[in-house]
């Protein structure tokens, strides 16, 4: 299953060359990532007050092509692989279908504690 969020190249996601500046690509992941959370029912509000959130572990990224002020761009987010510790997903950011950026993203949940911890079992249900 593969979600898709529509994202508008914006004046402030550029920089003095006109071209988006790099690290807002990860913004952009990040942004499809939550909003692929949301839409799978899941409340990281609710996870933060049982002690327990999502963080970003390791982004391997590739930068193929830029974008540039007022472009259309799509971010798709696909799982990889889940297991009882972390969750592995491939993410594209595409301009009229072809991609210009790629990363595979691990995130794994952290108690208030800071320590990893296993993936919420309902969480894992969801996301196969």
Do not use: C
Not at 5 to 11: G, K, M
Not at 30 to 47: C, F, N, P, T, Y
């Amino acid at each position: 299953m593969t979600h898709t969020l529509p994202i508008r190249v914006y004046y402030e996601d550029t920089d003095m060359a006109g071209i988006v500046y790099y690290a807002n690509y990860l913004r952009y992941i990040e942004r499809a990532r939550s909003d692929w959370v949301r839409g799978l029912g899941i409340d990281q509000r609710q996870m933060k007050e049982n002690g327990q959130v999502f963080v970003v572990r390791r982004v391997e990224a590739d930068y193929l092509a830029s974008a540039h002020l007022d472009d259309e761009l799509v971010v798709e987010t696909e799982v990889l692989e889940i297991t009882a510790a972390k969750l592995v997903m491939d993410q594209w950011v595409k301009r009229d279908g072809k991609p210009i950026f790629h990363a595979v993203v691990t995130a794994v949940v952290v108690s208030d504690t800071g320590h990893v911890v296993r993936l919420p079992a309902n969480i894992r249900q969801i996301m196969h």
